[in-house]
């Protein structure tokens, strides 16, 4: 991940952002 040790905090909440909402489209799709 380009960037993380640059700003951790401020990536781990993006990521997590984005994970989470990867996550949720990623379930309905299967669904």
Do not use: N
Not at 5 to 21: E, N
Request: aromatic letters at 10%; glycine letters at 10%.
């Amino acid at each position: 991940m380009a960037g993380y040790s640059d700003a951790p905090s401020q990536m781990l909440q993006g990521g997590t952002l984005i994970y989470t909402v990867w996550e949720k489209e990623r379930k309905e799709i299967e669904e």
